[in-house]
């Protein structure tokens, strides 16, 4: 195994404290879990790489216009790296990723792990706000997307490479029908080892606060969770793994999600979208065995008057989380789709509950499960940090074996999301039974549309950016469907020209920058704001 003390620094490590690894955690605690054998020395590169060993001739992914065994995936993964490492991609770099689902994305990340560097997710619906932040603070200095890209991607693409645009990215853009044309005559690079214990690649933090937060991961820790997850899901070689939500999502790539698929050499379908005319037929097509979907997704499979016409008996489990799901969506999953239902609280920050899989049906749809680490802490505490008696809701305080202790770059955010002691503040507000969770509110501020996260403040500076715009207050409303729905009121600004219209407001959202999925649903003019008896916004009464 590395020592990690005398591990050479990447480039985006080098600002690290020396008594910490990247995630925050202590040296000490790091050889802790060592001990207890949850950190193995394993790698992503070195888990790819058992996988092409093991199952060569095997299915390895299908996407809508190729389908790879595990020796063929590496041969694209060997092209896509000869491809970045031509564009100057190398050790430690930070590559930001923003590609739709397919192989492309599998040989694209491999590639960057085969060469050392550092993968930097994105998802395909964030702006180029986020993408500009990621370039400035990782810093990332290569940037991998679509040649195919749709509306939103194109205008992505069109602002970071603006002429006056303040980062320096170098872009590389891929068409996964036919990828990666260019390597024929490049040179193959060599495979980079790195410690593992050494930053392997950031995440995306759901949003509270106007600038994203990146999470930290080491091979060690991400990889530990990975096995777990396997271990906790009985996911298994033959199994086929439909992937329907964005690939980069921390749920998808870990839950047990594609690295699952690739410990244990399961097939994995790549799906363009959660939708049910696009979930049915590939499950049909390809006997998928497990897939994971956010509640929205799953209601509209259950309520989606065509089911029958599809054969989708082959499947055995689904997992669903990102979001609540309602008690009355979880109790018709067995019965009308035949499927077990796994539900999954989990969170990019680190930990994860299942639901077991030999859980009683009660347990099953009304809980969101149990961690899925025995090392796993869990602390449900009152707004003084003080521990409340089990059963009486409270704050979740979390810290274990693949849960960060600081987010990358960012003292004063670390200062309020994580105690003294390294519990990582959820901001989830839960009951505790034993092990079990059940999500019963939330302390932060975050709205939740249906598995993706939006902090209020990132729409409110959209916004305020519009002359014509004197106030804005973005609130989470409640919506049966998606669980929370994003209203902004705004107050207009005295002769500052014609008046904008909410739909002029909602084009002025949709191309500042923002996450597609952070565009308001509603926008409601008014005059003034309700206020606190101290003369804040009341929030609480806007959401009413
Ligand atoms: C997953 O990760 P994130 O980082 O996008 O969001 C985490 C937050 C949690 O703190 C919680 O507020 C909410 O999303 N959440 C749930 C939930 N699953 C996530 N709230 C209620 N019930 C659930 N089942 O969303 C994520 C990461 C890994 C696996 C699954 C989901």
């Known amino acids: 195994m590395t020592d990690s003390v005398t591990a050479p620094m990447t480039p985006l490590e080098a600002a690290a404290d020396p008594g ?15 001990d207890l054998g949850a950190w193995t020395g394993d790698t992503h590169w070195q888990l790819f790489r058992r996988a092409v060993d093991q199952w060569p001739s095997d299915c390895a992914a299908i996407d809508r216009t190729r389908s ?19 564009a100057g991609v190398s050790r430690g770099d930070g590559v930001i990723l923003q ?57 992505v693409h069109r602002d970071i490479t603006a002429a006056d645009t303040d980062i320096d990215l170098t872009v590389i853009l891929v068409d996964e029908t036919a990828p990666w044309t260019e390597a024929a005559s490049l040179p193959v690079p060599d495979a980079v080892e790195v ?8 995440q995306l933090s759901g949003g509270t606060t106007g600038v994203p937060k990146q999470i930290p991961k080491t091979h060690d820790d991400y990889l530990y969770s990975v096995r777990a997850s396997v271990e906790a899901c009985g996911l298994g070689h033959g199994d086929v793994l ?102 999954v609280f989990g969170m990019a920050e680190g930990l994860v509950n299942y639901t077991p ?43 274990g074996p693949y849960t960060i202790r600081r987010y990358h770059r960012a003292p004063e955010v670390n200062a309020r999301s994580f105690t003294p002691d390294g519990f990582y503040r959820t901001g989830d507000i839960v009951v505790v039974d034993g092990r079990t969770l059940t999500v019963v509110g939330r302390a932060k501020d975050q709205i939740n549309r249906g598995g993706e996260k939006i902090a209020p403040e990132a729409v409110e500076n959209a916004l305020l950016m519009h002359p014509g715009v004197h106030d804005v207050s973005v609130v989470g409303v409640p919506d049966e469907i998606l669980g929370e729905k994003i209203r902004a009121f ?54 009413q």
Do not use: C
């Open 242 to 343: 439909l992937v329907a939500l964005p690939a980069a999502h921390n749920f998808t790539m870990s839950s047990p999600g594609i690295l699952g698929a690739v410990q244990v050499g399961a097939a994995i379908v790549f799906a363009a979208d959660p939708m049910p005319t696009e979930v049915l037929p590939l499950i049909a097509a390809h006997r998928v065995t497990h897939l994971a979907l956010v509640p929205p997704a799953l209601i509209s499979l259950l309520n989606f008057p065509g089911r029958g016409d599809y054969d989708i008996s082959s499947v055995t489990t689904v997992w669903v989380g990102g979001a609540k799901l309602s008690e009355a969506a979880a109790r018709r999953v067995t019965p009308e789709l035949g499927w077990r239902l796994q539900q």
């Open 20 to 34: 910490v690894l990247a995630t925050g955690v202590p040296l000490d605690v790091a050889d802790h879990y060592r």
């Open 99 to 155: 590609l739709p689902n397919s192989i492309a994305y599998l040989e694209t990340v491999f590639a960057v792990w085969r060469l050392g560097a550092i993968p930097v997710f994105s998802l395909p619906a964030h702006g180029s706000g986020e993408i500009r932040h990621f370039a400035a603070h990782g810093p990332a200095r290569f940037y991998v997307s679509t040649a195919r890209p749709n509306k939103h991607l194109t205008r």
């Open 490 to 543: 705004v107050i207009l600004r005295d002769g500052a020209g014609a008046a904008p219209t909410p739909t002029a407001l909602r084009k002025f959202a949709r191309e500042s920058g923002l996450a597609s999925f952070a565009v308001p649903d509603i926008i409601d003019i008014v005059d003034e704001f309700p206020l606190t008896g101290v003369g804040k916004v009341s929030k609480k009464a806007q959401q």
């Open 195 to 202: 410690p593992p214990s050494e930053l392997a690649f950031l």
């Open 68 to 86: 790879v065994t595990w020796a063929e995936l590496d041969t694209g993964v060997s092209r896509a790296a000869a491809v970045l490492a031509d």
């Open 357 to 399: 899989l030999d859980a009683s049906i009660e347990e099953i749809v009304s809980t969101q499960g149990r961690p899925m680490s025995p090392w796993d802490e869990i602390r449900v505490v009152d707004d003084d940090d003080v521990d409340v008696p089990a059963g009486t809701p409270g704050n979740l305080l979390t810290r």
